[in-house]
């Protein structure tokens, strides 16, 4: 049991737009930036979002992240099927010094 | 251009040792944190640990405290991630990652190496 909480599964129809959540408290989300990675399992993980809200290069803005108090959310709109992937959220825990993982949401592009 | 390439696949038995390697280049390795993330098919990713090359600080998460090692040799820029008794439920892929540091309370793995393949049976 992940100390992120997200949802096991989201989906959406293509052009739709989703919402993954990702619960935690002071000690990680709620004193620390989160960030956002895409994972196709067999390949390696993909930063999506950085600092909260921020975009690598090469990330469309159909991308976005925010944060508020212990929760942190990462938006997808105009869903496409190549978006179907897991998504995890991360933080730094200041109270376990370490990085830690949500227990990752699995997207579906019906 | 920013590239963690790791090394290839292993097949172990329990009780083996096992040394797994992540060579960098691209950029100045002695700034970066070097992470290494387990993924159990199946299951989530889960932050093992990181080093620091430029003095090899090491930070563990406390789930593998005491079960794995992270080292570096700073001279051929490769971080390294090795278990001295392999057990069978430490099958599963490894992946390192160049961890970005802004701020204490800022950090992200922006980087990834291709992942090395780790099968613990007898």
């Known amino acids: 049991q992940s100390v992120l909480t997200q949802p096991p599964s989201v989906s959406a129809a293509p052009g739709q737009k989703v919402a993954i959540s990702c619960s935690g408290r002071?000690?990680?989300?709620?004193?620390?930036?989160v960030s956002w990675y895409q994972h196709l399992p067999g390949t390696a993980p993909r930063l999506v979002i950085y600092?909260?809200?921020k975009r690598p290069s090469g990330i469309p803005d159909r991308f976005s992240g925010s944060k508020s108090d212990t929760s942190a959310t990462l938006d997808i709109s105009g869903l496409q099927t190549g978006d179907e992937a897991d998504y995890y959220c991360a933080t730094w825990d200041s109270s376990l010094s370490a990085d830690i993982f949500g227990g990752g949401t699995k997207l579906t592009v019906l | 251009e920013v590239q963690l390439v790791q090394s290839g696949a292993e097949v172990k038995e329990p009780g083996q040792s096992l040394k797994i390697s992540c060579s960098a280049s691209g950029y100045i390795f002695n700034d970066y944190w070097i992470a290494w993330v387990r993924h159990v098919p199946g299951r989530g990713l889960q932050w093992m640990g990181m080093?620091?090359?430029?003095?090899?600080?090491?930070r563990y998460s406390p789930s593998f405290q005491g079960h794995v090692t992270i080292s570096v040799d700073k001279s051929i820029h490769t971080a390294y991630l090795q278990w001295s008794s392999l057990e069978a439920s430490d099958t599963a892929i490894y992946y390192c990652?160049?961890?970005?540091?802004?701020?204490?309370?800022?950090?992200?793995?922006?980087?990834w190496g291709q992942g090395t393949l780790v099968t613990v049976s007898s």
């Open positions: 600092d909260n809200n």
């Open positions: 080093v620091y090359p430029d003095d090899s600080d090491t």
């Open positions: 990652a160049r961890r970005t540091v802004t701020t204490f309370r800022q950090s992200y793995m922006q980087f």
């Open positions: 002071s000690s990680n989300v709620g004193n620390n930036f």
